[in-house]
């Protein structure tokens, strides 16, 4: 079924158009009127951006820039020659290359936000607990409400922001979708309270459209070197012949590299068709477990597994496991939610995402997993 080019058309801030056109006739003048139509807590921020220049590189502000996906698009903005700034809360290790601007603060420090984002042109959003099993409160009040707290924080002193955008989940569409592929129309249907307070954080996000140039990303299952969590357990139990196919192994499981979801963040950043819009990055590959499976195998060079159990006695065995290893002071290396990811059929269109934004995915799963075994075996050195 055709669809349109252009969910939804948001223009910028009119104070954003007016400043772009303006600041090449006269910028002594525009600071002179700011200073007048401004309150007092606005100039200082007005004066900076009229005497940096029209040639002054983008300042971006990147909220969970130490995570996993935040360190590849921290890396990515500072390859492009842009400024960073990064919120950081105090006294969580952390280490940033040269040159990022750290503004410490919470999401649940309004003051600390409004720093964080005083005269920043781009915000990436990427801070969120993430998490299947933490309690519901703890969940809202960092991804429903911090996400809150930022965009008031934007409203009130991101004067020259040119694009909010929000790092949601395909949790907001459930582990079990009626109509495959699904798209950004497909009705959310979250089966978890992370994937409740993900879209909650949406809708108040989308709420802010006609203030703010917002866009919303939902990205796939993304892996890649880094990713370290279950990923690398999973090799490991493969490589030991001790991974079973779950179920019948013909579902599709919906990988994304690390790399492309970062493309396409920084398009959605830029592209004039995307305020006002979500959109969903994922692989233009099907592959079902069985076929992921043998690839990562080839890269192991092992065998892929024959034999299979269901879901559930996979699930009630990692259970027992799980609750030895807590017994014993010992993390668990995978989780129920881990097998849900890898027995549910699930897989999404990514044709908005093309023609909005010019989406192409670059990394194929041969590639990436080969990428993943390679880190397996030098960050693990194949032993876990």
């Known amino acids: 079924m055709a669809r349109k080019a252009k969910a939804r058309k948001a223009t910028k801030p009119r104070l954003g158009r007016d400043v772009g056109k303006r600041r090449k006739s006269d910028i002594d003048t525009l600071s002179r009127e700011m200073m007048r139509e401004e309150s007092a807590s606005a100039r200082s921020t007005k004066r900076r951006l009229a005497d940096a220049g029209p040639e002054r590189a983008p300042l971006n502000l990147v909220t969970g820039a130490s995570g996993r996906l935040g360190s590849f698009l921290l890396g990515a903005l500072l390859a492009k020659k842009e400024r960073v700034r990064v919120l950081q809360r105090r006294g969580a290790p952390a280490s940033y290359p040269k040159g990022v601007e750290i503004a410490y603060g919470e999401l649940a420090d309004r003051a600390a936000l409004e720093k964080a984002v005083d005269g920043v042109d781009r915000v990436f959003h990427l801070a969120a607990l993430v998490s299947h099993s933490a309690s519901p409160e703890a969940l809202l009040e960092v991804n429903y409400k911090g996400t809150r707290n930022l965009m008031d924080a934007c409203r009130a002193r991101a004067f020259s922001l040119s694009r909010f955008v929000y790092i949601s989940s395909i949790a ?140 559930w006695l996979v699930k009630l065995k990692l259970r027992l496991a799980n609750l030895s290893a807590a017994l014993s002071g010992k993390k668990p290396k995978l989780l129920e939610e881990h097998i849900d990811t890898i027995s549910a059929n699930r897989y999404y269109s990514i044709d908005k995402a093309r023609v909005d934004l010019g989406y192409r995915p670059q990394v194929r799963l041969e590639e990436g997993i080969g990428e993943m075994v390679e880190y397996y075996r030098s960050s693990k050195g194949g032993k876990l």
């Not at 979708?177 to 009705?187: D, G, Y």
């Not at 493969?238 to 196919?245: A, D, N, Q, R, V």
């Open 172 to 311: 907001v569409y459930g582990k079990s979708i009626e109509t495959l592929p699904a798209t950004e129309e497909t009705p959310l249907n979250p089966s978890d309270w992370y994937g409740k307070s993900k879209a909650m954080a949406e809708e108040v996000v989308m709420q802010y459209t006609e203030r703010i140039p917002v866009v919303v990303i939902r990205p796939a299952v993304i892996y890649g070197e880094g990713f370290d969590e279950a990923y690398l357990p999973m090799l490991s139990a493969l490589e030991k012949g001790k991974m079973p196919i779950i179920g019948k192994g013909n579902n599709v499981i919906p990988f994304v590299h690390v790399k492309d979801v970062v493309r396409g963040i920084l398009l959605a950043s830029t592209s004039e068709n995307a305020p006002g819009n979500a959109y969903i990055l994922a692989s233009d590959e099907r592959k079902t477990q069985r076929e992921i499976y043998a690839i990562a195998c080839k890269h192991l060079g092992v065998s892929p597994p024959n034999g299979s159990s269901p879901a």
